[in-house]
């Protein structure tokens, strides 16, 4: 036993010391690298008191799960053994793949052996995660290499140093328990799903390589001219001088192509000219992509990206100069036909196919980031896209932490998706409750969006909170901050049943409006008297006083009802109608399509 212990205490060590890998700055396309699929069965053990982590006093262990031990003699004691665990799928989540955890909150450890890797002079290996939600460790061959905290963001480790030419094992300690410092917080109105959720993959990248790029054309371009101007900047993973890189734009610059060299800092930076009538600018009526092929070194790179403008003028928002009207809904990342976390492109097609048959041009992807592949999708289907973090409820604004949290999301997510024409709106939140801490929070993180990307509009779902019997005007400060003024009123479900025809409505401030959330509930096939709560009939009914009332606000200039489809919620408990879904879509989960559908849709069709 004290050989056993000896070896295990080593390897601990080894964790403990000096980490031999470490995350490193997203990378941008990862769909266009050189990927391994780590996709299928991961072996699983759900670990309610932490044991795999911390010792009997909740010190972290120095012979926990992570070392993936196998005892040497027979008499030695080992009281895990990842070979001999249940499996599951990842990507995915442990709710709807193991029955036992349906409710479950806590940790959970995957793991898996990693295909063989061949070590190459100048070449590197990155591990690559889509999403794991929420708190994660990463382990490769015992050793730590990664924590990571943040449920719906990818992020990359180099793990060449730990890796061995064959015989590789990866362990994860995933934790969903909710916090009240964490983003979002400790209370939220959709499900907790736990685990490995979106896509794992190894990169091969160059030592050197290009780690981000942007493509955006010029907003000053949308004015009448010969030509327009698209800015190109690119940046290395290393401060590199002197290394050439190379952008081609074959449906637009044919052969040619443009060589550039790196400054100091890794990076490039410029903008090139394009004849006005070679362009065709990316809209919903039109989602136009050109190819894009960016090289350096041996690593090429291709993209597809569409050119748009997109600025607001008064109290209208502008797409490639032009006043459009965002026939909008609200969504969730839930897989249709049963629920769980959607993480495919099967997934993306089906949610946006209905989003397309309501009539819609645009859609809000609540209340966090997304997977890339609905953003994708809906870039490809001409859908524009409002792209959000989790800054959910009552988050703990005066918390440095909890701030450099939502920060570390917000520039993950601009970083991932920052080439996506359809992505128009950044949103920093969602219903806070109005305070001067929270005006601070959310001050600085509408600042520090417009560092990262001064070519999208932000905005953020605010609450109604000056109403008065039926007059109700918004007030805000952070109206100052925000491009686009946008707030969620539940008139006829949470407040002022049948009263939507006498409400009047005040934004006192010069900018577009966007009604973020509005709608109700029932259960499909539930029919009755439009006073009937839970009914078709009162759902039809509330949509046809809201859409009417919608009409007669000033500034409006699109709008997503919330909700595309039913979703799980745990808040949700109303045995028989709700049984813990969220009833608020006008499909239901399965997609069949409630009668509040039928209005939306005609009155898409007026706008």
Same mark, same amino acid.
């Given at each position: ?366 209340? #966090? ?5 609905? +953003?994708?999708? =809906?870039?490809? &289907?001409?859908?524009? @896209?409002?792209? *959000?973090? /989790? ?98 009123? #539940? ?5 002022? +049943?049948?009263? =939507?025809?006498? &409400?009047?409505?005040? @934004?006192?401030? *010069?900018? /577009? ?95």
């Amino acid at each position: 036993m004290k050989r056993l212990f000896s070896m295990l205490l080593v390897g601990a060590l080894s964790v403990s010391g000096v980490q031999a890998a470490s995350e490193v700055p997203l990378l941008g396309n990862i769909l266009s690298r050189r990927i391994t699929s780590l996709e299928g069965q991961w072996n699983y053990i759900v670990d309610v008191q932490e044991e795999g982590y911390y010792d009997y006093r909740m010190n972290p262990t120095r012979w926990g799960f992570f070392l993936n031990a196998k005892p040497q003699r027979p008499e030695d004691l080992i009281e895990y053994d990842f070979d001999k665990a249940p499996t599951m799928a990842v990507p995915g989540d442990w709710n709807t793949q193991d029955e036992r955890l349906f409710f479950y909150e806590g940790t959970v450890w995957f793991k898996r052996n990693l295909p063989p890797v061949e070590k190459k002079e100048g070449r590197r290996t990155l591990l690559y995660f889509g999403a794991v939600n929420y708190d994660c460790r990463v382990y490769v061959n015992g050793k730590h290499v990664c924590h990571h905290v943040g449920g719906f963001t990818p992020f990359n480790i180099d793990v060449t140093d730990v890796l061995k030419d064959d015989g590789n094992f990866l362990i994860v300690k995933v934790d969903n328990k909710r916090h009240q410092d964490n983003v979002p917080t400790q209370i939220f109105d959709w499900w907790n799903y736990g685990g490995i959720t979106r896509d794992v993959w190894l990169v091969d990248v160059s030592s050197t390589y290009i780690e981000n790029y942007s493509l955006q054309l010029e907003r000053q371009a949308e004015k009448k001219g010969k030509e327009r101007r698209i800015s190109f900047t690119l940046n290395l993973n290393q401060r590199q001088a002197n290394q050439e890189v190379t952008l081609a734009l074959p449906e637009l610059m044919g052969k040619k192509k443009l060589t550039l060299s790196t400054d100091a800092e890794g990076r490039v930076g410029t903008s090139l000219t394009v004849a006005s009538k070679k362009l065709q600018l990316w809209s919903p009526a039109s989602p136009r992509r050109y190819r894009v092929e960016l090289t350096c070194g041996d690593e090429t790179i291709i993209d597809s990206i569409g050119f748009r403008t997109i600025e607001t003028q008064g109290k209208k928002i502008l797409l490639n100069g032009e006043p459009i009207f965002l026939k909008g809904i609200s969504m969730h990342e839930e897989r249709p036909y049963g629920g769980g976390r959607a993480n495919g492109a099967a997934d993306a097609r089906t949610l946006l196919s209905w989003v397309k048959d309501l009539g819609c041009n645009f859609v809000r992807l609540a209340h #966090y980031p997304h997977n890339e592949y609905m +953003v994708r999708e =809906a870039e490809r &289907m001409g859908i524009l @896209v409002w792209s *959000e973090i /989790p800054c959910y409820w009552t988050i703990s604004w005066t918390n440095e932490q909890t701030f450099k949290n939502a920060q570390r999301q917000l520039t993950d997510m601009i970083r991932r998706d920052q080439n996506r024409a359809n992505i128009i709106i950044w949103s920093i939140a969602n219903e806070t409750p109005h305070s001067a801490e929270r005006d601070q929070f959310l001050g600085r993180m509408a600042q520090y969006a417009r560092t990262l990307d001064n070519t999208r509009l932000i905005s953020m779902a605010m609450e109604v909170t000056g109403a008065s019997n039926y007059k109700n005007r918004l007030q805000d400060n952070m109206h100052q901050h925000v491009d686009v003024v946008s707030f969620n009123q #539940y008139i006829g479900w949470y407040r002022d +049943v049948n009263v =939507a025809p006498k &409400m009047e409505w005040e @934004v006192p401030y *010069e900018k /577009p409006v966007i009604v973020s959330e509005w709608g109700g509930g029932a259960k499909y096939g539930l029919h009755g008297a439009k006073n009937q709560r839970w009914t078709e009939e009162f759902q039809e009914n509330l949509y046809k006083q809201n859409t009417e009332m919608l009409d007669r606000i000033d500034g409006l200039a699109g709008c997503t009802p919330w909700v595309l489809k039913d979703f799980r919620s745990p808040r949700r408990v109303l045995n028989g109608i709700q049984d813990y879904y969220n009833m608020k879509g006008v499909y239901s989960d399965r997609g069949e399509k409630k009668k509040a559908f039928y209005v939306l849709k005609e009155w898409y069709g007026t706008k």
